[in-house]
């Protein structure tokens, strides 16, 4: 199949599709590169080779293979694999406004993306969360949702004309989306920018909730795009600063360092390089800002609930290297800018705030007074 990758209504490059392979296999011309996805544009840059680097772009949209009980969702929508997901909504996304564009389609972007056209979303909320769909129901694959990324259940639904992503915890695990509020409410008062995550209930499971903050104009470019093929992997974090800075962000390792010590507050275990990026306006390509906080449920992991001791996982990443909490925070170069002082009484919030789930998510009152615990030692080992 002969295509057009789009970028809202620019052209970006026209291709060659294997609708069996899923691959791309040539890209017969390029059009607007400074408009291709960054990761393609900084390889074209360096005159290698796009065509596979394309292949794995768009594979990238796409649900992992490493999504949990996919292959159960798979058997509710019907289909075999998660790619085959990516050919029933042209490739479109809540996270940019890229697209695939068949040859000779006149279809236009105002027609189809999913930022001012409403999509199904309840089928695939049931099929997520856990409800068996009526087989002899046709479902829309017309969603965003074939674009969701990670490893942990998800929805985009609509809410009051709003679009918001519902996330699970990971199989029986319960903490996930608790962790996201908990992040929300250390952040709030903070006074870091950060995306506002609340609890809702779907098919008697806990799950977080947060309202998308991208929009018709504007992309997220990850961390991973901004960094590949940049940078030698020791230097990434100055490295990262200093390619911010030349686009016109401001106060990057401020912000950076509001997020490694929310970061070492609930000991996240997984920043890694695709859940920290930059908001780009994709009509003029200018660089707005740094993203907001987001993606903060993997945290608080107690790997034992003895009675002597808490055991903890105390590695964290940053960017491509992973270490010790402890020494993650020494990246900040001037603690005492934070007034912690503003966390008084958010572990009592927070016990308050679990105990309330507790019929939904069975957690035990030990076990809810060990996590408030281990908080409260992260904060008190901060401000000492």
């Known amino acids: 199949m002969k295509?057009?990758?789009?970028?809202?209504?620019?052209?970006?490059?026209?291709a060659e599709y294997n609708e069996a392979l899923k691959v791309f296999t040539d890209i017969y011309e390029v059009k607007n590169i400074d408009y291709a996805p960054l990761i393609l544009?900084?390889?074209?840059?360096?005159?290698?080779?796009?065509?596979?680097?394309?292949t794995d772009w768009l594979k990238g949209r796409g649900i992992p293979s490493w999504r949990d009980d996919l292959d159960l969702l798979l058997a509710k929508l019907n289909i075999t694999s998660p790619d085959e997901l990516?050919?029933?909504?042209?490739?479109?996304s809540l996270s940019d406004q890229y697209w695939v564009k068949q040859t000779g389609s006149n279809i236009e972007?105002?027609?189809?993306?999913?930022?001012e056209h409403d999509f199904e979303d309840s089928d695939f909320t049931n099929a997520t969360f856990g409800n068996e769909l009526d087989s002899s129901k046709k479902i829309s694959l017309?969603?965003?949702?074939?674009?969701?990324?990670?490893?942990?259940?998800?929805?985009?639904?609509i809410e009051n004309g709003k679009r918001y992503l519902l996330k699970g915890g990971y199989k029986n695990e319960v903490m996930q989306p608790f962790n996201e509020v908990l992040a929300s409410m250390i952040c709030e008062r903070l006074g870091f920018e950060h995306v506002t995550y609340t609890l809702d209930i779907v098919n008697d499971r806990v799950v977080s909730k947060c309202e998308c903050f991208i929009n018709v104009n504007t992309e997220l470019i990850p961390a991973h795009q901004i960094l590949h093929n940049r940078v030698v992997k020791e230097n990434a974090y100055e490295e990262y600063i200093r390619i911010l800075r030349e686009k016109g962000i401001h106060d990057v390792?401020?912000?950076?360092?509001?997020?490694?010590?929310?970061?070492?507050?609930i000991l996240n275990e997984d920043r890694h390089l695709n859940n920290f990026g930059i908001i780009r306006n994709v009509n003029t390509?200018?660089?707005?800002?740094?993203?907001?906080?987001?993606?903060?449920?993997?945290?608080?992991?107690?790997?034992?609930?003895?009675?002597e001791e808490v055991i903890i996982n105390g590695q964290g990443r940053f960017f491509y290297t992973v270490y010790n909490f402890d020494s993650i925070i020494t990246k900040i170069k001037d603690i005492k800018r934070f007034d912690l002082s503003k966390l008084n009484g958010i572990v009592e919030e927070f016990d308050e705030l679990l105990h309330k789930y507790q019929q939904v998510t069975k957690m035990t009152d030990r076990r809810i007074n060990k996590i408030c615990t281990l908080l409260m030692d992260r904060i008190n080992k901060i401000t000492k």
Do not use: H
């Open 3 to 14: 295509c057009t990758l789009m970028n809202k209504n620019t052209e970006v490059l026209v």
């Open 41 to 54: 544009f900084n390889s074209y840059s360096k005159d290698n080779n796009i065509t596979p680097i394309l």
């Open 86 to 92: 990516l050919d029933k909504a042209f490739g479109l």
């Open 109 to 115: 972007y105002k027609d189809i993306n999913f930022f």
């Open 142 to 157: 017309i969603s965003p949702n074939n674009t969701t990324d990670g490893r942990l259940k998800k929805t985009w639904i």
């Open 253 to 265: 390792r401020e912000k950076l360092e509001n997020m490694f010590l929310l970061d070492y507050l």
């Open 285 to 307: 390509l200018k660089w707005i800002d740094m993203a907001p906080i987001f993606d903060n449920g993997q945290s608080l992991n107690i790997l034992d609930y003895n009675e």
